[in-house]
């Protein structure tokens, strides 16, 4: 708090810049419920232009976003970044494509990647909370919208080809992307190609820390001495490679889309296809050996050095192991809009979705896999999994979906009408969930209208979710029998005579409110209450065995009941004279928070002494009230030169998160300062933004303190018109430019993947 009464008094005639100064005038802070798209809310709550993006280093979609305030990432190296929003994430946060749920298997494992395309896309649509209403059901702490033109609703007046190259430092790796559009025969044509090659990433001096499972149970009170005596013995393992094995990412994105349009509406299909290799830096597999190899050194005082060789040598075997995910996903879109133009029926918008989204686990066979058996034949039987073969998460979902524009002289209203049908399962060597069956009916009303000074949106949602699954009981029992026996149980793969099945039928009804008004010719007001109820998601009912991309035996509960948010927004904002400001205050109260649960160390003390969950975290969904509350402050100032303009800024976003009995709710991000200075001119732009980020007291049980950070990042850009035929943009970056360690609170192996190093990377982009 010191540091932000410093700010506050150093920087308090600035506006912090979400991202470039010709974002400004977007970001004003509204909720909307019944237009189309978020791409046609006159304010959208947050904007990241399309620009930007092409501009800037490929990142995950949670790294793209990070800078905006109340938006962070849960990262997994740098394929994966999950999006969280006020403290929330999961399925309380929803990525849309166009408006429509992006229903990929990133949901069933934090080591799972977003599978979305942002290749030459318009802008990345931010609204949180109870704005997000209208576009997804359950979506507690908002949505993330990726817009592009893929289906153009309107002709396209010009042939449009871009091309573009990329080369970043920090992982010796590159990319390289092309997109078209025309208008050929009335057709509007729209493709897109992108090749994106990311070798593992450097990382910073002691950045990766090793902790056990009785490390992470031990609390705050050692964690700095634990730290310590972990850096000593790191320094011989993945520090000294100055890289983060298994941190690489490769991807291929295709797409293509045709329309037809008329003074009837318009009608057309696309078809994405994404394709990537990524490595997996952490797997909980490793995570038994290195706490056997400790408890050996501590009941052998005097063998503690041979235990420690013993460990620096088992720790050389697996910095050659590679484990890495392949997805495949292919989406097939129609949509379009029909024209009515009756008293009682504008228009009808309608789409159908086809996803098919695969994602498969590997480990590949080591040459030195044969000599470290021998070396370690007590070993040898914890390894064997590595051979079992793949693990594939499939998630194959249909969506249908019309919207039906009752608009009239007086009153802007619209009626939603979605059904979707979604089949997840997870098969082979590492399945931790049965096959689970999804459906979805959603029927909505939202107006939105101005009475007197006060703009009104309103909108109001019921939802019947049905999840059909199974539990296995047994399975965890004879997992604590015996080691081998586990093994062997495991190895026969088949349960289906121990399953006992559900079917969760589930009616949630949510409304949200939205009151603005103008104060005066400075300042605006805006109020927003709601209720939304969202349902448990099938990995939080029907999950049920050991989960490695965590280091956790996670279980379900099928009983679970849906979790209900009341919410309300104030937002303050001024303007005047090139000085902006922009304060909202939240609370979020949510009845049976639904959430993941470690098995603290009493709890683990009183099983029996084999029962170690195979050397995993046992972890359990459980549901309790929670209150969330935080606030985003953002201020600053535009200076007009004769050429340009500046404009200096400053940004604060803080979340706490506790249970009804007052403990924290765990991995909840911490408050930060982001500092951001910009000049820009007709060509040229040139950015330094500080992003500080606190230290993370607030721990839940379990959990032990991140220190907190400065990202320092630069970046310039400019452009060069090429003769009228098109314009070159070169931008140059510099990321994390004081090569610090890094990690975010939210990220489940926080101590074992850390954020990258310095990266200097280099962009160039033509346009025709």
Same mark, same amino acid.
């Given at each position: ?24 005038? &977007? ?90 395309? !942002? ?39 010009? /042939? ?16 390289? =992307? ?23 990433? =450097? ?22 001495? &634990? ?63 290195? &706490? ?65 989204? !695969? ?28 051979? &079992? ?12 979906? +019309? ?29 931790? *969930? ?52 586990? $093994? ?9 005579? @121990? ?12 409304? +949200? !409110? ?77 009845? =049976?928070?639904?959430?993941? *649960?470690?098995?603290? @160390? ?82 040229? @732009? !040139? ?10 007291? $607030?721990?839940?049980?379990?959990? /032990? ?60 982009? +033509?346009?025709?």
């Amino acid at each position: 708090m010191k540091k932000f009464h410093v700010a506050l008094l150093v920087m308090g005639a600035f506006l912090v810049n979400n991202i470039t100064a010709e974002e400004i005038d &977007e970001v004003i802070v509204t909720s909307s419920f019944i237009d189309q798209a978020l791409s046609d809310i006159e304010n959208p709550l947050q904007v990241v232009d399309g620009e930007d993006i092409s501009t800037a280093a490929t990142q995950s979609l949670g790294g793209s976003i990070d800078g905006l305030l109340g938006v962070s990432s849960a990262d997994y190296g740098s394929a994966v970044g999950q999006p969280v929003i006020r403290g929330m994430s999961g399925s309380r946060v929803k990525v849309l494509h166009n408006g429509r749920v992006v229903r990929d298997v990133s949901g069933l494992g934090a080591d799972h990647v977003n599978d979305i395309d !942002l290749t030459d896309i318009q802008q990345i649509e931010v609204a949180k909370g109870p704005s997000s209403l209208f576009f997804s059901n359950g979506s507690i702490g908002g949505i993330i919208n990726i817009v592009d033109n893929t289906i153009a609703k309107t002709d396209f007046t010009q /042939s449009r080809l871009a091309m573009g190259a990329e080369a970043q430092s920090v992982n010796d790796g590159d990319a390289y =992307d092309v997109s078209y559009q025309n208008n050929l025969g009335g057709l509007n044509l729209s493709l897109a190609y992108k090749d994106s090659q990311f070798g593992n990433f =450097d990382i910073p001096d002691g950045a990766v820390l090793h902790e056990d499972e009785h490390d992470e149970h031990e609390g705050e009170e050692h964690h700095d001495e &634990e730290e310590h005596d972990e850096d000593e013995h790191g320094e011989e393992h993945e520090e000294q490679l100055g890289y983060l094995p298994n941190s690489d990412y490769g991807s291929t994105s295709k797409r293509i889309g045709l329309s037809k349009t008329g003074d009837w509406g318009y009608v057309g299909i696309s078809a994405n296809s994404v394709e990537s290799v990524y490595g997996i830096p952490f797997h909980g597999d490793n995570h038994e050996d290195h &706490e056997g190899e400790e408890h050996e050194g501590e009941e052998h005082g005097e063998e503690e050095h041979e235990g420690e060789e013993h460990a620096d040598e088992h720790e050389g075997e697996h910095e050659g192991e590679r484990i890495f995910s392949n997805t495949k996903s292919d989406v097939f879109n129609l949509e379009g809009s029909y024209k009515v133009n009756k008293p009682w029926l504008t228009k009808v918008d309608y789409f159908f979705r086809d996803s098919d989204y !695969l994602l498969t686990e590997q480990h590949a066979e080591e040459e030195h896999d044969e000599h470290v058996e021998e070396e370690h034949g007590e070993e040898e039987h914890e390894d064997e999994h590595h051979e &079992e073969g793949p693990t594939m998460f499939k998630n194959e979902a249909k969506e249908y979906g +019309a919207v039906f524009d009752l608009t009239n002289d007086t009153l802007s209203q619209k009626l939603v009408l979605n059904l979707t049908q979604e089949d997840i399962s997870i098969m082979g060597a590492e399945a931790f *969930m049965s096959p689970t069956d999804n459906e979805e009916t959603s029927i909505g009303y939202y107006l939105s209208n101005k009475f007197g000074p006060f703009h009104v949106d309103f909108g109001v949602r019921h939802d019947m979710i049905s999840r059909s699954g199974s539990l296995s009981h047994d399975e965890h029992e004879e997992e604590g029998d015996h080691e081998e026996e586990h $093994d062997d149980h495991a190895e026969e793969g088949d349960h289906e005579e @121990e399953l006992e099945l559900f079917d969760r039928d589930l009616n949630n009804t949510s409304f +949200a !409110l939205s009151v603005g008004t103008e104060i005066n010719a400075l300042w605006d007001f805006n109020i927003g209450l709601s209720r939304v109820v969202r349902a448990p998601s099938a990995v939080e009912l029907f999950m049920n065995g050991p989960h490695l991309a965590t280091g956790r035996l996670e279980t379900g509960n099928p009983n679970l009941k849906a979790e209900s948010s009341n919410n309300i927004d104030l937002t303050l904002s001024y303007e005047n004279a090139g000085f902006y400001g922009d304060f909202t205050l939240f609370q979020n109260n949510i009845d =049976d928070y639904i959430y993941l *649960m470690d098995e603290t @160390e009493d709890d683990h003390a009183g099983h029996d002494d084999h029962d170690d969950h195979g050397g995993l975290i046992l972890a359990n969904y459980l549901q309790r009230d929670a209150e969330f509350s935080g606030y985003e402050l953002e201020f600053g100032q535009v200076f007009e030169l004769d050429k340009g303009e500046i404009l200096v800024s400053f940004g604060r976003d803080s979340v706490t998160g506790e249970f009804a009995d007052g403990s924290n709710i765990p991995r909840l991000v911490p408050a930060r300062n982001i500092y951001s200075l910009s000049y820009s001119e007709s060509d040229l @732009e !040139l950015s330094l933004r500080l992003k500080d980020v606190e230290r993370q007291n $607030d721990i839940g049980e379990g959990e /032990s303190v991140t220190d907190g950070f400065k990202m320092l990042n630069l970046s310039a850009k400019k452009s060069f018109n090429l003769n009228g035929e098109g314009d070159l943009t070169v931008s140059v970056f510099a990321n994390n430019l004081l090569d610090e360690v890094a990690r975010n609170h939210s990220s489940f192996v926080k101590n074992e993947v850390p954020l990258a190093g310095r990266n200097l990377g280099l962009k160039i982009r +033509a346009v025709f």
